[in-house]
Every structure is written in structure tokens, then in C-alpha cells.
């Protein structure tokens, strides 16, 4: 028998977590939607620490950056679906309101999930880990004199990714000017996410971190058996997560609207915040671990290839959908809503260019996301204001432009650690084309 202590029965814990959905599933039965959105939220709680087994497992056998991408790109394939879903309908009912309603909507859904991302994911977690070094000991957070001084140190090899995620952020401010997602965003934006994949693959395999519980015991089997259980875990929390969360957004936005709430403030906040809480659950997992550097490689990740494959891949679904090439349009309000996000990600990444981010840091950047949203819903939803919609324009704009102020003034502030970020990223980059090793200067 074995003993509930042994990681085989935490494995098996969070396997259970997934079968009344299946079971659910199975039936064919329609549900409340409040048992609708309990089982299949246990679902996507157990596929989280499911993904975050396989990746911590893997790690023995590839480089732990793209265990780690791997991991990101599973842990938000949710989000794709539920994107997708909207971009889809927009291609098939293309000219339609119907049609043009579920093209906003996908631009709404995939800033909300990147704001989200940033706003509460990094802020929560550099917060949640420097909260817990004071209670353990983290190598991964350093401690200074001051209110909220301490800080989150991250490992200088996620430079690349850092690197990566800036030029994407400033390729996302040109979106609303070429008239929508086309086929030059999907050029662009995926060929980042490529060219970041080989990178991480070819600059070599590190040496593994060492593990406890389910990952030590999985890396303990003879590699093909280790293999075929990443795999296996791999496809079936990715699995679990794509049958689930749809959902239990779903299930979530008809619990809103039955409370008056707007579908559109579903759709872009709601929805997304079902879909991100499997990579933040993981997260959270690892730095309990106190491996928050892996941790936040992930959130890094994620972010990555959210504003790249997310936003490439629309207008390939939309086309599709069309039954020929097409550019997926949007509004005004959601040209507002990518520039708001695009001068978030560039102030986060402003932030992490010292490889730092502190308590006093990851305040600023949940205050302002909260604020910024609950402005928004006052706006449009509350206050007794003339012309809302004028309103709600002029504080994206307000909100975009703090963003990108004092990111510019961080960036100059730390350009020091800018330049040393682009040379450790080039570093990676070269050691790559030379297949692992990095060729000595002359």
C-alpha cells in the first residue's frame, strides 16, 4: 500500500482532481452552472500541478529554459482555445454584427489575459515570494533596509526571454496602425516565438536543479520510462485543461451576467483570469518549492508566447473560418485596449531589466492594473457620467501613457542594465548558432 507521503500518491491526488469532469463529460448531462464551474475548476487545479511535474521532470533531459516554454505554452493553451473560439466565429460570420461583435471580443479576451498576466500574476507571485522568504529561507529574494525594499532576484540566463518579449512589445504598438492581425503580425510574431524555441534548444542543456517529491522520484526512472511519463503527463493535463476551462469560463461569464455584469467585461477579464489561473497555480507551486527563478522564467514565458503565437495566430484562424485570407479588425476602443497592454508589458519590462523586482515594484504594478480597471468599470458601469463611452477612451489613453512615461524613465534610469542584459541575451543568441558553445574572441 502506499503511503500517502509517497509522490506517487500526490500524483495520483491530483489526477483525481480531474475525474469528476471527465465523469461529467461522459454523462453528456447538462449541470448546474455553479457544479459546472467547481468540477471542472478542480480540473484545471489538478492538470496545473500535472504540467508542473512534467516540466520540473523534464527538466533532466532538455534545457531547463524550454522545459519551462513547454510548460507556458501548455499552461495557457486555454486561453488559445477560448481566443480562438472568437476569432473563428468572427472569420465565419464575417460582416455579420454577430461576426464583428466576436472580433472585438477576441481583442478584449487576449488583452485582458496579457494585463492579467503582468498586473496580477507577476505583481501576486513577487509579492507571495518575498512574503514567504521571511518565513524561509529563498535564495531568490534579497533583502534591504526600507518599506517593501526586498526584491525577487532573478537568474541572469532568462535575459533572452526578456530580450524577446521587448521586441515583440514594440512591434505590438504598431498593430492598431495596420489596420488589424494580419499576415505580416503572424510573420512577425511567431518568427519571434520560433527563433526564441531553436535558441533556447541549441545554446545547450544545463545542468539539472535538484528536486523533491514527484519530479526526484519521476527523474529516477531509466530515461525511456521518464520520457514516456512527461509525455503522458504532458498530453494529459494539456488535454484535461483544453476540455476544462472553456467551461469554466463559460460557466463563469453566465454567473456574471445573471448578476447584470457587461458580456465584453466578462469576456476581457472574467474568462481570462479562468484561463491564467493554471500557470499561476504552477507558479505558485514552484516557488513554495523556493525555485521562484523557474517560477518566474515561466511568467516570462508565458507572457512571451501570449504576445506572440496568441496574437499570430489569430488572424490564421480568422482566415480560415473566412475560407480565404483575411484581416481581423477591430474597433477603435480595442486599438486603445493593445496600446494600453503593449505600455504595460514595456513598464514591466522596465522594471526587470536590473533582474530585481521588488515588493515596492510589484505594488505599483497591482496598483496600477486594479485602478486602472476599476476606473474603467466605474466609467461605464457606476457613475452618472455624460458620454461614458469618450470617458473610457480618454482613461485608457491616461493609463497608456503612465505606462510608457515612467518606463522610459526606468529604461534610461537603469540603461546600464540594459546594456548588459542585450549583451548576456547576445551571448545566448551566438552560443546557440555555434551549437552550444560560445566561440572566443580574437
Given at each position: 500500500?502506499?503511503?500517502?507521503?509517497?509522490?506517487?500518491?500526490?500524483?495520483?491526488?491530483?489526477?483525481?482532481?480531474?475525474?469528476?469532469?471527465?465523469g461529467v463529460l461522459a454523462s453528456g448531462a447538462d449541470f448546474p452552472t455553479g457544479t459546472t464551474v467547481?468540477?471542472s475548476g478542480l480540473a484545471i487545479l489538478g492538470s496545473s500541478f500535472l504540467l508542473a511535474w512534467a516540466?520540473?521532470?523534464?527538466?533532466?533531459?532538455?534545457?531547463?529554459?524550454?522545459?519551462?516554454?513547454?510548460?507556458?505554452?501548455?499552461?495557457?493553451?486555454?486561453?488559445?482555445?477560448?481566443?480562438?473560439?472568437?476569432?473563428?466565429?468572427?472569420?465565419?460570420?464575417?460582416?455579420?454584427?454577430?461576426?464583428?461583435?466576436?472580433?472585438?471580443?477576441?481583442?478584449?479576451?487576449?488583452?485582458?489575459?496579457?494585463?492579467?498576466?503582468?498586473?496580477?500574476?507577476?505583481?501576486?507571485?513577487?509579492?507571495?515570494?518575498?512574503?514567504?522568504?521571511?518565513?524561509?529561507?529563498?535564495?531568490?529574494?534579497?533583502?534591504?533596509?526600507?518599506?517593501?525594499?526586498?526584491?525577487?532576484?532573478?537568474?541572469?540566463?532568462?535575459?533572452?526571454?526578456?530580450?524577446?518579449?521587448?521586441?515583440?512589445?514594440?512591434?505590438?504598438?504598431?498593430?492598431?496602425?495596420?489596420?488589424?492581425?494580419?499576415?505580416?503580425?503572424?510573420?512577425?510574431?511567431?518568427?519571434?516565438?520560433?527563433?526564441?524555441?531553436?535558441?533556447?534548444?541549441?545554446?545547450?542543456?544545463?545542468?539539472?536543479?535538484?528536486?523533491?517529491?514527484?519530479?526526484?522520484?519521476?527523474?529516477?526512472?531509466?530515461?525511456?520510462?521518464?520520457?514516456?511519463?512527461?509525455?503522458?503527463?504532458?498530453?494529459?493535463?494539456?488535454?484535461?485543461?483544453?476540455?476544462?476551462?472553456?467551461?469554466?469560463?463559460?460557466?463563469?461569464?453566465?454567473?456574471?451576467?445573471?448578476?447584470?455584469?457587461?458580456?465584453?467585461?466578462?469576456?476581457?477579464?472574467?474568462?481570462?483570469?479562468?484561463?491564467?489561473?493554471?500557470?499561476?497555480?504552477?507558479?505558485?507551486?514552484?516557488?513554495?518549492?523556493?525555485?521562484?527563478?523557474?517560477?518566474?522564467?515561466?511568467?516570462?514565458?508565458?507572457?512571451?508566447?501570449?504576445?506572440?503565437?496568441?496574437?499570430?495566430?489569430?488572424?490564421?484562424?480568422?482566415?480560415?473560418a473566412l475560407g480565404r485570407y483575411g484581416v481581423l479588425e477591430f474597433e477603435f476602443k480595442q486599438s486603445?485596449?493593445?496600446?494600453?497592454?503593449?505600455?504595460?508589458?514595456?513598464?514591466?519590462?522596465?522594471?526587470?531589466?536590473?533582474?530585481?523586482?521588488?515588493?515596492?515594484?510589484?505594488?505599483?504594478?497591482?496598483?496600477?492594473?486594479?485602478?486602472?480597471?476599476?476606473?474603467?468599470?466605474?466609467?461605464?458601469?457606476?457613475?452618472?457620467?455624460?458620454?461614458?463611452?469618450?470617458?473610457?477612451?480618454?482613461?485608457?489613453?491616461?493609463?497608456?501613457?503612465?505606462?510608457?512615461?515612467?518606463?522610459?524613465?526606468?529604461?534610461?534610469?537603469?540603461?546600464?542594465?540594459?546594456?548588459?542584459?542585450?549583451?548576456?541575451?547576445?551571448?545566448?543568441?551566438?552560443?546557440?548558432?555555434?551549437?552550444?558553445?560560445?566561440?572566443?574572441?580574437?
Open positions: 500500500m502506499i503511503s500517502l507521503r509517497h509522490p506517487l500518491a500526490a500524483a495520483a491526488g491530483a489526477t483525481a482532481l480531474t475525474l469528476p469532469w471527465i467547481l468540477l516540466a520540473e521532470t523534464a527538466e533532466k533531459d532538455v534545457p531547463r529554459s524550454f522545459a519551462i516554454a513547454v510548460l507556458a505554452v501548455l499552461a495557457v493553451a486555454p486561453e488559445y482555445a477560448v481566443d480562438a473560439l472568437y476569432a473563428w466565429t468572427a472569420g465565419a460570420q464575417a460582416g455579420t454584427e454577430r461576426g464583428i461583435e466576436a472580433g472585438n471580443l477576441a481583442i478584449a479576451n487576449m488583452t485582458g489575459a496579457n494585463r492579467i498576466l503582468i498586473g496580477l500574476g507577476w505583481s501576486a507571485i513577487a509579492l507571495f515570494t518575498i512574503w514567504r522568504a521571511l518565513r524561509v529561507t529563498d535564495v531568490s529574494v534579497r533583502h534591504y533596509d526600507g518599506r517593501l525594499a526586498d526584491a525577487v532576484v532573478l537568474d541572469r540566463g532568462i535575459s533572452i526571454e526578456i530580450a524577446f518579449l521587448g521586441v515583440a512589445t514594440l512591434w505590438a504598438f504598431f498593430i492598431p496602425l495596420l489596420g488589424g492581425i494580419d499576415v505580416l503580425d503572424t510573420v512577425v510574431l511567431v518568427g519571434l516565438y520560433v527563433a526564441y524555441i531553436l535558441i533556447v534548444l541549441r545554446a545547450g542543456v544545463e545542468a539539472p536543479a535538484e528536486h523533491v517529491g514527484v519530479p526526484a522520484y519521476f527523474q529516477a526512472y531509466a530515461r525511456p520510462r521518464r520520457i514516456a511519463t512527461v509525455i503522458g503527463l504532458f498530453v494529459y493535463s494539456g488535454a484535461m485543461l483544453l476540455l476544462a476551462v472553456e467551461e469554466f469560463a463559460h460557466g463563469l461569464e453566465g454567473l456574471g451576467v445573471a448578476y447584470g455584469i457587461p458580456k465584453f467585461f466578462m469576456i476581457q477579464w472574467i474568462a481570462p483570469l479562468a484561463s491564467e489561473s493554471p500557470e499561476l497555480i504552477v507558479v505558485a507551486v514552484l516557488v513554495m518549492k523556493s525555485r521562484s527563478t523557474a517560477g518566474f522564467n515561466a511568467l516570462i514565458s508565458s507572457k512571451l508566447n501570449q504576445w506572440t503565437l496568441l496574437i499570430g495566430t489569430l488572424a490564421v484562424v480568422y482566415s480560415i486603445l485596449e493593445i496600446w494600453l497592454t503593449a505600455a504595460q508589458s514595456f513598464f514591466a519590462l522596465s522594471l526587470l531589466v536590473d533582474f530585481e523586482l521588488s515588493a515596492r515594484e510589484a505594488v505599483a504594478l497591482l496598483a496600477l492594473f486594479v485602478s486602472q480597471v476599476a476606473i474603467e468599470f466605474l466609467v461605464l458601469r457606476v457613475l452618472p457620467v455624460a458620454n461614458p463611452e469618450m470617458l473610457s477612451h480618454r482613461s485608457l489613453l491616461a493609463f497608456t501613457l503612465i505606462y510608457v512615461v515612467l518606463g522610459l524613465a526606468l529604461f534610461v534610469r537603469r540603461r546600464d542594465s540594459v546594456a548588459e542584459l542585450l549583451s548576456l541575451a547576445g551571448v545566448t543568441a551566438r552560443q546557440a548558432i555555434h551549437g552550444g558553445r560560445v566561440p572566443e574572441a580574437d
